[in-house]
């Protein structure tokens, strides 16, 4: 893998827009040297016999769905500080 360079660093931070100091530059690129090696290092393990999955937990995250009756208008409503016709009503934040 190439070397990353503070020029390199600087090239990268051109494109995104991001100024660095010459302290974070010198501080930077070797971090980001070691990010790049371990990231190659994680592709070439072999995952061919790893089944393929959504998560990386071995459990559901996601629970089962269950439905349940909800809160009635009038009971959503009773805390607003401001409602009318069954309806939040909250200042205009747009095109105001």
């Known amino acids: ?22 302290d974070e530059r010198e501080t930077f690129a070797p971090q980001l040297q070691d990010i ?17 999955m959504s998560h990386a937990g071995t459990r559901s ?10 809160l009635r208008r009038d009971e959503a409503l009773a805390g607003a500080p401001d409602a009318a016709d069954g309806l939040f009503r909250v200042p205009r934040i747009l095109g105001g």
């Open 1 to 22: 893998m190439a070397r990353i360079t503070v020029e390199t660093l600087d090239h990268l931070a051109k494109l995104a827009h991001v100024s660095l100091t010459s």
């Open 61 to 70: 995250p996601l629970r089962e769905d269950d439905v349940q009756a909800g």
């Open 36 to 52: 790049l090696a371990y990231a190659e290092a994680i592709q070439a393990l072999d995952t061919g016999a790893v089944e393929p």
